[in-house]
């Protein structure tokens, strides 16, 4: 990996599946990156001894692969590793199901999961 964790948010919805994080090559984005899309608008925890509000939980809201890092963002589009056709071809996709359509926001948190679709290192081919 890069060594510090690379977190970021969402800057802009280009469309219904590619956004662009204000994260980019200067900031080690490279393509083929994996970030996990998250919101921190989850339920409050609170501290049932004092009273006092502990945070919020983040949810998980999708994952975005980058495919473009200029030096100061980057653009990623939706990406699903799953054991369908597209995501053994690693692949963005949309599902064509309205129950599955997820919202994201400007402002919603990203965080590197991982440097490539495949587990490898885009730099060097090494297994993570």
Do not use: W
Not at 31 to 48: H, L, N
Not at 61 to 75: E, M, S
Not at 98 to 104: I, R
């Amino acid at each position: 990996m890069t060594g510090a964790a690379i977190t970021g948010q969402v800057a802009l919805i280009e469309d219904d599946h590619t956004l662009v994080i204000n994260r980019g090559s200067e900031a080690g984005v490279r393509p083929g990156m994996i970030f996990v899309v998250s919101s921190a608008t989850g339920p409050t925890v609170t501290d049932p001894e004092t009273g006092k509000e502990l945070g919020r939980l983040s949810r998980e809201k999708l994952r975005v692969r980058v495919f473009d890092a200029q030096p100061l963002f980057a653009r990623a589009h939706t990406f699903a590793a799953t054991g369908d056709f597209y995501g053994l071809l690693g692949i963005a996709f949309m599902s064509p199901s309205c129950e599955d359509a997820v919202t994201v926001d400007v402002g919603d948190t990203v965080r590197l999961l991982r440097e490539s679709v495949d587990g490898r290192s885009e730099r060097n081919g090494t297994d993570r």
